[in-house]
């Protein structure tokens, strides 16, 4: 299964655009990256997903290059809510119920 | 509203006293799964079930049952509960394929003393 790698924490100032960086430089060709985060202890809440193009959604956008390396999830305007553990993920087709989260990155968004 | 439903929320108690935490879901979907988290450790996967009836080990399955009789619910049974299980328990659901999220629902914090 494709690994990723994210930096383990990340400032950002509030009313900025956060840009959270994934690697993920063993991805197959049919395999999505996914983008949850946790706030504190309460259950992982889905982000966004894609598979080559970009996306965009009312709360993210996802940035993927094209050789599909590495992504960077955007939150464009971020606030004090959005503090929590932001978890980039690879799943796999052929055995799309395994759902690695990784050590995720901290997102400290400060006023 | 769309949503994974877990009961109880908290809950102490002692070792050997089995227990059940239900874990309920109004989407339809096929797939569910539960998961456990400890610090350190991330998210492990304890089963998962792809539909009624189907039901398959994850990567920490030991000391744990689960059930899927009705196509709504998935709930995670510990029979002899030990200290080792104290943890924070999520589960989530999805329909099936690898471009179908998953949904979490709001964890069941278990302390066995």
Not at chain 2, 36 to 58: A, C, F, H, W
């Amino acid at each position: 299964d494709a690994k990723t790698t994210q930096p383990p924490s990340m400032d950002c100032a509030e009313g900025r655009a956060a840009n959270l960086p994934c690697n993920h430089s063993t991805i197959s060709g049919n395999e999505y990256v996914y983008w949850y985060r946790q706030i504190h202890s309460q259950g992982p809440q889905y982000i966004i997903h894609g598979l080559k193009n970009n996306e965009t959604n009312e709360m993210a956008s996802l940035i993927i290059t094209e050789d599909r390396k590495s992504s960077t999830l955007i939150l464009p305007h971020a606030t004090l809510r959005d503090t929590a553990v932001y978890y980039c993920i690879v799943r796999v087709p052929y055995n799309f119920n395994k759902f690695y989260f990784g050590s995720g990155t901290k997102l400290n968004v400060k006023p | 509203e769309a949503q994974v439903t877990q009961n109880p929320r908290y809950l102490i108690t002692v070792t050997g006293k089995k227990l059940t935490v239900t874990c309920s879901q109004n989407m339809n979907h096929e797939y569910m799964s539960w998961y456990r988290q400890d610090p350190g450790l991330g998210l492990r996967q304890i089963y998962y079930s792809m539909n009624v009836e189907v039901t398959d080990k994850g990567d920490v399955p030991e000391g744990y049952k689960v059930s899927r009789k009705e196509k709504r619910n998935f709930p995670l049974i510990l029979e002899s509960p030990s200290p080792n299980q104290t943890s924070l328990y999520f589960c989530a659901s999805s329909f099936q394929g690898s471009d179908q999220p998953q949904h979490f629902g709001d964890g069941t914090r278990l302390s066995i003393l």
